[in-house]
């Protein structure tokens, strides 16, 4: 970054000394011409005051005090009357002359033609007479690139000035604009830590949540990878030291009997632990493609009732569900999902005998799916992460249960993933009410 300031303002000092000379050439030029021209007109017409160049006189005897001036004068038909520098009687008829045919016009003319050396110019300047003959008078001066060739030098060295004045001041410039922001990248984690700069305030605001985003999601990593770690860690190490029993024969045909049960059971919740962890993993992939359709959500919930039903019955639980139509624009194998995980959580951290009831329905314009239980409940400390990975409230129950901690975790994406919002609302004893908002 600072060799491209540095380089940047070199190259702008360049252009802007180029560019000035140039245009300073071409303002000097154009008054160098109008100076030159001034001077030939003054000079045209004191030649036409003196008289010298009137018809009537028998010879025309031209001496005057300026040097490198050229004088012809023209008869009204084009003819060379005289001329100081050629023989007039063999020069060419001059009436196709551009500043001869303005005069002949206009009473006077003039023009700029290139001289027979690459660095120099003639100027003309014609004057019509009473008599209808133009007297013309001619020098030679410096052209443009002769006048431009004389100041290159002054601003090579001008350059060269400004080139090492530039990298000294770039160098300073590019510190002390620099400076703050490598400041501000050294100490991105600290919140009290302002921009020098207002413009980048925004900028640097962006960088420091997106780093702490980083931070987050580095951490949530880690944590994950722990507890997978742990959670099939611990099924595996059962499953491996019941069957490490039975095969040694150590235990009795009543004990084989119990312990068989245990390795299935265990082995049922590692499966169910993988499903979850692999689930977890695609939605986490939103750029998968998935079907979206209009369905009717109570419908739904009417359809997914019979399942729910046959499970809270199994845990001796009460299971209800009500609303009215509304109609929702999602994913029906995720919505299944979202509803079974809330229902089956309602259901594992209920007590004996309790009630888990499901509402479908418009609410305040909006549709909304409403699964409330009289359970045990979170506590207000503990509300804010039921939906990370792995947490669970009571883990002794979760495992009894066959929990994974990670329901919450899939229904908080389903949620995201429907542009829908997630509201958790439960009293420790009292129960829990959890509601989505299409």
Known sequence: MKQKINLRLIGIAVVAVLATAIGITFIYYG???????????????????????????????????????????????GTVLFDNDNDA????????????????????????????TMDMSTFYYALRQKDGTVIRVACDASNIISVFGNVFPAVIGILIAIIVACIVISHLLTKTLIEPIERMAKNIEDVQEKPVYKEIAPFAEKIRVQHENILAAAR?????TANVSHELKTPLTAI?????????????????IHFAHEIKRNSERLLSLINDIIRLSELDHSEMPRQYDNFDLYEFVKDCAESLQVNAQKQGIHFSYRGSSCMIRGNKDM??????????????????????????GIVDGKPQLRVTDDGIGIPKDQQERVFERFYRVDKSRSKETGGTGLGLAIVKHIVELHDARIYLESEVDKGTQIRVEF
């Open 31 to 77: 008054l160098f011409k109008t100076q030159v021209q001034a001077g030939l007109r003054t000079n045209a017409e004191v030649l036409m005051d003196t008289g010298v160049f009137d018809k009537s006189s028998e010879d025309v005897d031209v001496r005057l005090p300026i040097n490198n001036l050229r004088i012809t004068w023209i008869d009204s038909d």
């Open 89 to 116: 009687e063999t020069m060419p008829n001059h009436n196709d002359r551009p500043e001869v045919q303005e005069a002949f016009i206009k009473g006077h003319g003039k023009c700029v033609r290139k001289s027979d």
């Open 220 to 224: 949530s990593r880690q944590d994950f």
């Open 240 to 256: 491996s030291g019941y069957a490490e029993l039975i095969e040694n024969e150590m235990v009795n045909h009543e004990q084989e």
């Open 335 to 360: 919505i299944r999902e979202l509803i079974d995980n809330l229902v089956q959580n309602a259901i594992r951290y209920n007590k004996e005998g309790g009630h888990v009831e499901v509402f479908a």
